[in-house]
């Protein structure tokens, strides 16, 4: 099976995505991810203002199938959520790189998006 991959995309082996975007980093997870999960029913967030850690939990996806940890793929300060996945959570399914975004992070630190996995990297672990 073959999954979307964008390459403006950065990953963490935990299927976390992270994009760079307008001063700040998007993240959310990976189409593979939204497929393993299956119908994702909950997302939960965490605030605006809040801080995130590379690498660290920073909530929570439930589907029909399991409950998963979210981890940040950047250290920083939250400035956006996706606040329509409370009321539409399969918007993770249906546009995990688009309208099913997580999160817009201020990154403390340009350098982390050095260690995440480029696509290519990312699309050999999936493989």
């Not at 999954?3 to 995309?9: L, S, Y």
């Not at 801080?51 to 956006?80: M, N, R, W």
């Not at 918007?91 to 990154?107: A, Q, T």
């Amino acid at each position: 099976m073959s999954f979307e991959i964008p390459e403006d995309c950065r990953f963490l082996d935990s299927h976390e995505w992270a994009r760079r975007e307008d001063g700040t980093v998007r993240v959310g997870i990976s189409d593979f991810a939204q497929d393993e999960l299956g119908d994702v029913v909950f997302v939960e967030l965490p605030a605006e203002g809040d801080q995130v850690t590379q690498g660290e939990e920073f909530g929570v996806v439930e589907s029909i199938k399991a409950v998963s940890d979210l981890y940040s793929p950047v250290s920083g300060t939250v400035v956006a959520v996706n606040d329509d996945l409370v009321d539409a959570p399969e918007l993770v399914n249906e546009d995990p790189y688009g309208d099913g975004w997580m999160l817009d992070v201020e990154i403390d630190d340009e350098s982390e998006l050095d260690d995440l996995l480029s696509p290519e990297a990312y699309d050999d672990q999936i493989a």
